[in-house]
C-alpha cells in the first residue's frame, strides 16, 4: 500500500512539473521583463595625478536610460585651487533635454588676486538628428545664479546674482555614427551670449573653437588639436570668465596656468606609439599590457586681443615621454607617463611630470 502511495505522489509531481514548464508568462511579466531589457545602466570613474603641476582631478559619469550624472572635482595644493563641479540631465521627447548643475571653485587668478565662486542653475536645450550623420546643432537656453568674492581684498563687495545665457553649439564629428572607426573627427563651435535684462547684469559674447583629429593604427596613434577662445562683445563681463593655458595638458613646459586672459589659441601635434605590446607581465595585482613612446609639439598664447595677433608673444613647449599601460585587478585600464617637457624660452628649465591617470 505504501508503495502505491509513492509511485501516485512521484505519478503526480512530475505532471505537475511537466505542465508548469509549459506555462507562458502572463503579459504583464513580458513587459517586465522587456522595460528590464531596456534600461542601461554603467558607471564610468576617472581619475587624474599630474606632478608638478600638483593638480588632482577626480570624475565620475553614472548612466541611467535617458538620464545621467556627471560629477567632477579638481584639487591643487599648490596654486590655491579648488573645483566642485556636478551636474545632473535628462533626455526626454526625442531631441529635448534639460540639465541641473552646481559648480563651486575656490582659486587663484591673475597671480595673487584669490577668490571664491558659485553657479548653480538649470539649462533648457534642444538638438536636432544627426544631419547626414556627421553634423549637428544644438541650442541652450541657460539661467545661471552666481556669487562672487575676493578672499584678499576687503574693498571688493562680493558680486551676486542672475545672469541669462544663450548657447548656440554647431558640431561635427564621425563619432555620430557610434562607430569604432580607426580616424575620430571633432570640429565644433559655440557662441555663448549673455543677455542683459533686468534680472541679468552681464552683457557679453564669446566664440570657442575645438578642432581635434585622431588617426589610430595598429599600435600608434597621431593627435591634431586646437582649441580657441575669443570674446567678441565686452559691455560687462565677469571677472572669471578667463582663459589659462600652462600645464602638461595644455602647453607643455611652462608653469600651471602661466598665462591668461580673454583671447586664447592653442595648438598641439602627439604622436604615441607602441615600443613593447602584449607583455602579460604580472606582478601582485597588475597585468602590464605595453609601453608606449609619446613626442609632444604645443604652441599657445592668453592674453588680449594684441598679444594673441603677434606671433612673437607665442609660446612653444616640447615633451617626450615613456607610457606605461596596465590592468589594475585584469580589468581596470590604468596608465603612468614619465614625460619631460622643455619650453623654448629663455631662463626655463625642463620640467619632469610623473602622470597616473585611469
Known sequence: MEKRITIILILIFFTVYSLAENVSPSADEEMLELKLKEVHFSITPSFKLVVPDASVKLGLKQKIGDTQLDAETEYNYLYNKINYNIQYSLDFLLTYYVKFYDAINFEQIYFKEKYIQRNKGIILGVHTPALFNYFQIREELKFDNYYFAKLNSTSFLPDTGNTIFLVTWFE?????????????????????KSISSDISFYNYLSMNILFENNFRF????????YEGGFLLERFSLPLWEVYRLGSFDKLIGYNYDEFQGFYKNFFRIKYEWAILEKLNWELFWFLFNRINTLIIFDVGCAGNDNEVMAINNYHVGIGLGLKFEFLFRKRTPVSITLAIGQAIKQDKYPIFYFVHEF
Open 172 to 192: 561635427f564629428s564621425n563619432a555620430f555614427l557610434q562607430k569604432n572607426d580607426l580616424q575620430m573627427i571633432y570640429a565644433g563651435v559655440n557662441f555663448v
Open 218 to 225: 595598429d599600435s600608434s596613434l597621431m593627435q591634431f588639436k
